[in-house]
């Protein structure tokens, strides 16, 4: 079982639609990460959020809209995708994004299977 | 330009025998190294990670040993089970710099 939840599992839309994904994580990790995988690629980092305030953004395209409202929680808006933009869509938490000398791995949730039409 | 390899796609081991995954890297900056292990339909599995400070880590079947002088990790599994199968993935960064994932070994373990 992950302790990173994501919703929903799948997600069909359209490229004119408005969609959110969710993430929850009750682990107290003050960062958390938006990733996008294709097939047989590894993850690509989107977004960094660290306490609540995004602290990274991989230039990712404005159709992508991460908000963070509280230290347990994270979405991703999604407005007029492209066909190319279908993916698994990952989110990530760890302790914190300093990275110290302590071991702060990062933990995944299942992902979010997009398919745009 | 990629900073985190791992040149075999795949790998077929024989279910008690000891799979070795390599991965091989050219920043000399990175300081923390993990490996996930993904199944189909589920995210990353966070597996086991090493400093650079240490070059050996282990943890019951599996252990990654660093080879700092010629930027090389590997992760051995010992034995191998069926359920072992799966996709791996070494993953580096440098102190507050993000993940850069390498593409991913595939390992099938045959019963």
């Known amino acids: 079982d992950t302790e990173v939840t994501q919703t929903p599992k799948h997600l069909v839309m359209g490229m004119t639609n408005k969609k959110s994904l969710k993430c929850e994580q009750h682990m107290g990790h003050r960062a958390m990460y938006w990733y996008k995988q294709k097939a047989k690629k590894p993850p690509e980092l989107m977004f960094v959020y660290s306490y609540e305030k995004l602290s990274i953004n991989e230039s990712v395209p404005s159709r992508f809209s991460p908000e963070c409202p509280n230290s347990s929680l994270l979405n991703l808006h999604l407005h007029a995708l492209q066909p190319e933009d279908s993916a698994l869509y990952l989110c990530a938490s760890s302790r914190q994004t300093s990275y110290s000398r302590s071991n702060q791995p990062q933990h995944f949730g299942d992902g979010t299977r997009l398919s745009i039409l | 330009d990629q900073q985190v390899k791992q040149n075999s796609p795949s790998l077929s081991v024989q279910e008690g025998r000891i799979s070795i995954l390599n991965c091989d890297y050219t920043n000399s900056m990175f300081d923390y190294f993990l490996w996930y292990k993904k199944y189909p339909a589920e995210g990353p599995t966070f597996l086991i990670s090493?400093?650079?400070?240490?070059d050996k880590n282990e943890d019951g079947r599996f252990t990654v040993f660093l080879n700092k002088s010629a930027k090389h990790l590997s992760l051995h599994i010992v034995p191998s089970q069926p359920g072992d199968s799966a996709v791996y993935f070494c993953a580096a960064h440098e102190r507050n710099t993000p993940l850069v994932f390498g593409k991913g070994t595939r390992l099938s373990v045959i019963a």
């Open positions: 090493i400093s650079s400070i240490k």
